[in-house]
Structures are given as C-alpha cells and as structure tokens.
C-alpha cells in the first residue's frame, strides 16, 4: 500500500522559501506522476504542479514562476519549494500521486500545515 | 484559466439521493474525478473516470456525465457522507490540473 508522508517547517517567514518534502513508502516514486496540492483554510483545493517519473514537471501557471518541484528516487521523496512567501501562501499541503488518465488522485499524504508570519 | 463549477452547497435528508454537479468546457472531452473531504482529514478519491469507484467505496457513490456536466450522485445518502466534495479534471490541453470550488454536502 503507498504511503506519503509530509514534512517541513511549519512556520515560515513572509519572502521566504518554503521547501517541504513528501517521502513514500510502499512504491517508487520512479513511476507515475507525483504532485503538490494546497488548501488555505477554510478554503477549496488548488493544484500546484507536479512531477514525472521521467522527470519533467508542469506547474500552475499561478505558481510558475516562484515553484520547484524535484524528486530524489535514492531517498523515494519529491519536494516542493515556494520562493518569496506570504500570508496567502498559508495553508495545508498536500503531497498525491495520480491513479490513472485526467490524474485521479487516488494516494494522498495526511497533508501538513505551513503558515506564513513574521 | 480554465475553471470548474459546482455548486456551493447541497443539502438532503438522510435516506435521500444527493446530487452534485461540476460544470467545465472540456468536460466532455476529459474525465472528471471527485473527491470528498471530511473536516480536518486528507481528501479521498470517491469516483473517477467520471463513473468508476475505487475500491472500498460504497456503492451508493456513482457518477455520470452529460455534456459539459458532471455528477455526482450518493443514494441513500447517510450522515457520514457529510462532508466537502470536490470534482476535479484537467485543461482541454491535458496539461493542467483543475479543481473545482467544491461543494459543502449536509445531511439534515
């Protein structure tokens, strides 16, 4: 069974890089597609971006020019990093791996909560 | 950018057929997933490919399409359905992933 597991500061400065990581288990992350989701609270899903097996990635064109998403498969973890923060950056992250055609998201981490404050 | 809407809010008595709708351009030409969200848990993907389930979801979740409309629909709706739900598919280039604004089910 695959597992993904969220890790990072929880609290981060305004205009700084927020760097999470998703480590998994169970799989390898040298296959499907392996993405970053948010939710600000009390707020809806947003989709970041994602990375391939082969290593391309694409992300939300809201996030492209502040994003990085990297996979490291000797260590089986992707991670995630947001440059020049704010409070609207505040929110749970998701780590998710897709099950399928149109990415249904059938694996998901149990998320992790970063605020962003001085 | 492109955009999938359902509605803010549905809401059914238990024993009722609750139903869903998200609404997107490319819908007919890509799938749509949904995926329902109790407080303070990760989502769980409940439908995709429109109308499959995976497994361990009940049956009383099903889904269908119609044109540039998706639904989702819980027959005999119980109370621990109540919860967020959100549709979510991609561009019509296949390139972007989407989420719906999601829907807040209660169960009267």
């Known amino acids: 069974q695959v597992q993904l597991q969220e890790s990072g500061p929880g609290l981060v400065k305004p205009s700084e890089t927020l760097s999470l990581t998703c480590t998994v288990s169970g799989g390898s992350i040298s296959s499907y597609y392996w993405t970053w989701i948010r939710q600000p609270p009390g707020k809806g899903l947003e989709w970041i971006g994602f990375?391939?097996?082969?290593?391309?990635?694409n992300y939300n064109p809201s996030f492209k020019s502040r994003v990085t998403i990297s996979g490291d498969t000797s260590k089986n973890q992707l991670s995630l990093k947001l440059t020049s923060v704010t409070a609207a950056d505040t929110a749970m992250y998701y780590c998710?791996?897709?099950?399928?055609?149109?990415?249904?998201?059938?694996?998901w981490g149990q998320g992790t909560l970063v605020t962003v404050s001085p | 950018s492109y955009e999938l809407t359902q509605p803010p809010s549905v809401s059914v008595s238990p024993g009722q057929t609750a139903r869903i709708t998200c609404s997107g351009d490319?819908?007919?030409?890509?799938?749509a997933n949904w995926n329902q969200q109790k407080p303070g848990q990760a989502p769980v993907l409940v439908i995709y490919?429109?109308?499959e389930r995976p497994s361990g979801i009940p049956e009383r979740f099903s889904g269908s399409t119609s044109g540039t409309t998706v639904t989702l629909t819980i027959s005999g709706v119980q109370a621990e359905d109540e919860a967020d739900y959100y549709c979510q598919s991609v561009d019509s280039s296949g390139t972007y992933v989407v989420f719906g604004g999601g829907t807040k089910l209660t169960v009267l």
């Open positions: 490319a819908l007919p030409k890509h799938s």
């Open positions: 998710a791996r897709d099950s399928g055609i149109d990415f249904p998201f059938g694996y």
């Open positions: 490919k429109d109308n």
């Open positions: 990375i391939h097996y082969s290593g391309s990635t």
